[in-house]
């Protein structure tokens, strides 16, 4: 079975505290937006930040064009000296490239640098509309967003994170293969941005481009272009930008109660700059561009040779760990803890292998990770869950209703599903148990065997559940 992908920081993934981030009416009429609890300090934003924009530079394409490297810049220092005095941050440092990618997408990283692909410009319709993306990404850093989902979401320890925030951050196909994702592909699952967090960088991106001299009516009409394009897939972009709900009437709202600065706009310098690219050879797709990484690329700590040599039972024997500070478990002492963000697998020796297509999957041992529910019930956040499993293992299948099942003292869900291991071809069984908990998120326990070894794994998922302790309290 195939791992889920991961991001980290201290704890075991969990999400920690509660969002504190506030939409309130200022008296000013404009929607006043205050910035969410954070765990990371702006220094430590600005050190993930670098590490991840390293990692797009080696790994995407940048069109390295001065033209429209200058135009893109000129609009993200316009933006980013109309920043709220009460959001800057010193320590950021803000920087533009544009990705020679032909799909619509653009993202931003922790502490300031932003990425904008050439099919964005190439799919706007004005200057103005280009700013409107920037300036929603740039409110993303302003908010800082990314290490504020990232508090959520990590309960684990803070191993690989910029490549886990930037895979998120990505969204869709090229962020998995950033993130070196798992067919699981859970990354974009655990830091994907909210619906609240879409609506405050549409809100906060309205208010900055009046300030800079923009209508941020041009920001709802890229919107509505971008949600046009791509079908019933959409554009990659809405991959890890969810639409808040009534996103094109909410920025016109916020617009409606703005004062917008003299603009200093010229459309013959877009028009160029259009012209100039659309004189260049197509970009390349982001499906493209993923293919080369992917054939590149390594899954780390896997066992080379795909789904060979012999995998020893579990052990009599039994070791205790403890992969964050709310949480103990006890596995097999032949099994060996594999930490990568949010989760963390438990494989014996041979059981955890890298695939024909360069990723990573454990065919023997269990894995434990942790949902933000976002207030669903455990039923509904499991549901939820397995549905995420689904979309990205196309064979697996629930075998089985939910049953009442003990963990760690509090009473959780488990069921059985069925696969086809993409490391060996052969069937194998999964058995996925949930458990909410003190803050609302979910643990979730995935153990996997190949089906002729399921009862003998079977009976050690069950101890291990039986094994964990829980200090969340």
Known sequence: MTR???????????????????????????????????????????????????????????????????????????????????LQQPAF??????????????????????FLNRGMIEAAGTEGEVAGVMAHELSHVVLRHGTAQATKGQKFQLGAIAGQVLGAIVGGRTGDVIAQGSEFGLGAYFLKYSREYEREADLLGAQIMARAGYDPRQMA?????????????????????????????????????????????????????????????PAPTAQQVAARAQGGQRAPQPTSGVGQGH?????????????????????????????RGTTVTYAPEGGYVQTQNGRSAFTHG???GVIDSDGAALREATDQLVRSFVRTNPRLRQQSGYSRTTIGGR???????????????????????????????????????????????????????????????
């Open 4 to 86: 889920p992908q991961r991001h980290a920081n201290g704890r075991v993934a969990l999400l920690a505290s509660a969002a504190l981030l506030t939409l309130t009416l200022s008296a000013g009429a404009q929607t006043r937006i205050e910035a969410d609890s954070n765990r990371y300090t702006p220094e430590q934003d600005v050190q993930l930040g670098q590490q991840a924009a390293a990692q797009v530079r080696r790994e995407m394409p940048l069109l390295d064009d001065d033209r429209t490297e200058d135009f893109v810049d000129r609009i993200g220092r316009r933006l980013v000296n109309e920043i709220p005095a009460e």
């Open 93 to 114: 440092r803000y920087t533009f490239d544009v990705v020679n990618m032909r799909d619509i997408n653009a993202f931003a990283l922790p502490g300031g640098p932003m």
């Open 221 to 281: 009409n890229m919107f509505r272009t971008i949600a046009r394009h791509g079908g019933s897939r959409g554009p990659e972009w809405l991959s890890s930008h969810p639409d808040p709900g009534n996103r094109y009437e909410a920025i016109n709202r916020e617009a409606g109660m703005l004062d917008i600065a003299p603009s200093r706009s010229s459309s013959g310098e877009f028009q160029n700059v259009r012209a100039h690219l659309g004189r260049m050879s």
């Open 311 to 339: 995998v020893d039972p579990p052990s009599s024997q039994w070791r205790t760990y403890q992969p964050g500070d709310f949480l103990r478990v006890s596995v097999p002492a032949n099994w060996q803890q594999i930490g």
């Open 366 to 368: 269990m894995e434990l």
């Open 411 to 473: 009473q959780g869900l488990t069921t059985t599903l069925s696969n086809v291991s993409e490391a060996t071809g052969e069937r194998e069984v999964v058995n996925l148990s949930t458990v909410q908990l003190r803050d609302g998120s979910v643990l979730f326990l995935i153990g996997v065997a190949p089906q002729d070894e399921a009862r003998t794994y079977f009976n050690a998922f069950s101890r291990v559940r039986q094994s964990v302790r829980f200090a969340d309290r």
